[in-house]
């Protein structure tokens, strides 16, 4: 991710400039999974954790 300093910019807008560039196209989340090394299997387990977390949450509609 880069920003290009603009003619007369401070660097606090910069900054924020490029903070709000950083959320936007959602680096971070990235950036903390790829921190540490995880197997396949993990992530397969964690999905369907996550899977029955959110089935228990959500109540269940008959139509």
Same mark, same amino acid.
């Given at each position: 991710?880069s920003?290009?300093? =603009? ?8 900054l924020?400039?490029?903070? $709000? ?12 999974? #790829?921190?540490?090394?995880?197997? $396949? ?5 964690? #999905?369907?954790? $996550? ?5 228990? =949450?959500?109540?269940? =509609?008959?139509?």
């Amino acid at each position: 991710m880069s920003v290009d300093l =603009r003619p007369g910019e401070s660097q606090e807008s910069l900054l924020k400039r490029f903070r $709000k560039a950083v959320a936007e196209a959602r680096i971070l989340p990235i950036v903390r999974q #790829k921190r540490w090394f995880t197997s $396949k299997s993990e992530v397969r387990r964690i #999905k369907k954790q $996550k899977a029955i977390r959110k089935a228990r =949450r959500t109540p269940t =509609r008959f139509v």
